[in-house]
């Protein structure tokens, strides 16, 4: 999957069925917790669906639907106006494929947090193995309690809690690392070498709150968070 500049005023997403993500190259990790917005980007659509109907013509504006073999391709207003066409994303994430969405930093993949063959992907992916933590994508503060043990209420003499700095940065572009609930899904993936399947509980997970009205949109009609990890640039890959 290739991501290309689209116009400004734009987004899109891409979503691939399992069988159709190639493996990363490289698996370069970025460490800041707040990164600077990227441009938009997409790769190239030309068929657009009707709003009335799946398929149909025509869908009007810039924003449209089309697919290639396992990948369905999706542009949309920035702003999230036609979040309509998001329907067939969020069933096609639901079964399992990859997403390439955006967010209020950089492009993500994203897939289901109890989807074990998307899971599998995203790592395969990333070329990262079970202890490679990733991030949630969630919808709110009650996602964020479902599945860790909440923010510490420690705190250290001079300094703001964690709870009420959380309340000041999110929604936005910024990752906080907190403890695993119960609720979170563990990691099992496929070693290479035996075939057997390795699960590892995790102990710790980034959580964000994206202030993107497409992320938000596509979390809103999602019953979970998506686990997510970052796109990279293409002069990193």
């Not at 987004?11 to 990164?35: E, G, I, L, Q």
């Not at 329907?87 to 492009?107: E, F, H, K, L, Q």
């Not at 705190?155 to 809690?161: E, F, N, Y």
């Amino acid at each position: 999957m290739s991501a290309h500049v689209l116009a400004h005023g734009h987004s899109a997403v891409v979503v691939a069925s399992s069988r159709a993500v190639p493996r990363a190259r490289t698996n370069r990790p970025t460490a800041p917790t707040r990164r600077p917005k990227a441009p938009a980007r997409d790769v190239t659509t030309s068929a657009k669906r009707g709003k009335g109907g799946k398929g149909g013509g025509g869908g009007g504006g810039a924003g449209g639907t089309a697919v290639a073999g396992d990948t369905l391709h999706v542009t949309l207003e920035a702003d999230g106006s036609d979040d309509w066409r998001l329907d067939d994303v969020a069933d096609a994430i639901r079964a399992g494929g990859v997403g390439i969405i955006p967010t209020d930093s950089r492009y993500a993949f994203v897939v289901d947090l109890e989807s074990r063959d998307g899971v599998q992907t995203l790592y395969d992916l990333k070329g990262a193995g079970n202890s490679k933590p990733l991030s949630i994508l969630c919808r709110g503060f009650s996602d964020i309690d479902r599945y860790t043990q909440g923010f510490p209420d420690n705190v250290v003499a001079g300094r703001q809690q964690p709870f009420k700095l959380a309340r000041k940065c999110l929604p936005g572009p910024y990752t906080f690392i907190l403890n695993a609930g119960k609720d979170l899904p563990k990691v099992c993936l496929v070693d290479p070498r035996s075939k057997a399947k390795n699960c590892k509980v995790r102990k710790t997970v980034g959580v964000r709150v994206p202030n993107h009205p497409v992320t938000q949109a596509l979390l809103a009609r999602l019953d979970r968070p998506l686990l997510c990890g970052t796109v990279p640039n293409l002069d990193e890959t």
